[in-house]
């Protein structure tokens, strides 16, 4: 992992400031982060180009125990399918499980010359405060992930599309949406990290010309030289 006042380099990392988007998206036993429990977690990597141009990278992604005496609320479980029990279903613990993500969104941390890595979800508030509750759960010590900072593609496709529905976004957008996948987290993940791009790209005209203005004000000495958000 990039070390805290370790100088930011490359595309990526002058694009976000020295952090490193990672979609993330997770199936829970219920809407709450404190009681609920994680089912599964996906995370899904984004690249970049010499040119700036975003792109899906790997998926991880984990089918998760429920801790003990997480609650289950047969709503949520009728909405993604699961059937946390089912003795073919590889679960790993949950400290197991955001180990072995956490591994892989350091080395592209390192790989990118980032400082840190930012969520990015649809209504991302959600993933993230289930990501906080299972880390603090799980007594993890090197969280990559920004504890309070994220990236919404729900706020993005409402401003850039028209539409704040994930399927309707993706569909608006001209990406692929199948409703039988639907509520998987590698799926759902993937199709945010499209979406992600995809507004992002539209973007980069607009973010050369900020980079220019904010160099020219002084506010960076080099592009991606940043502060916490």
Not at 21 to 46: H, K, R, W, Y
Not at 100 to 105: D, K, L, P
Not at 111 to 118: N, P, Q
Request: glycine share 8%.
């Amino acid at each position: 992992m990039s070390e805290p006042n370790a100088p930011v380099r490359g595309p990526m990392a002058s694009r976000f400031r020295g952090f490193l988007p990672v979609v993330v998206d997770v199936e829970t036993g219920g809407f709450n982060a404190a009681t609920d429990a994680l089912l599964e977690i996906a995370a899904v990597m984004i690249d970049i180009d010499a040119d700036g141009v975003l792109r899906r990278g790997v998926t991880h992604s984990y089918h998760v125990k429920p801790f003990e005496g997480g609650r289950l609320e047969p709503a949520a479980l009728q909405v993604t399918g699961i059937d946390p029990f089912h003795p073919l279903r590889p679960a790993l613990p949950e400290h197991d499980a955001l180990q072995r993500i956490f591994r892989e969104i350091r080395h592209a941390i390192r790989d990118y010359g980032c400082r840190r890595a930012i969520l990015v979800g649809h209504n991302a508030a959600f993933d993230l405060g289930f990501l906080n509750a299972t880390v603090k759960r799980a007594d993890l010590k090197r969280n990559p992930f920004h504890p309070f900072s994220c990236f919404d593609t729900a706020t993005l496709a409402g401003a850039a599309l028209g539409q704040t529905v994930l399927a309707k976004a993706a569909m608006v957008a001209g990406l692929e949406w199948d409703p039988a996948n639907a509520h998987s987290a590698s799926y759902d993940a993937e199709r945010t990290a499209d979406l992600f791009c995809l507004v992002c790209n539209r973007l980069h005209e607009s973010f050369g010309e900020a980079q220019s203005r904010a160099l020219a004000l002084g506010w960076q000495s080099q592009p991606g030289e940043a502060e916490e958000p």
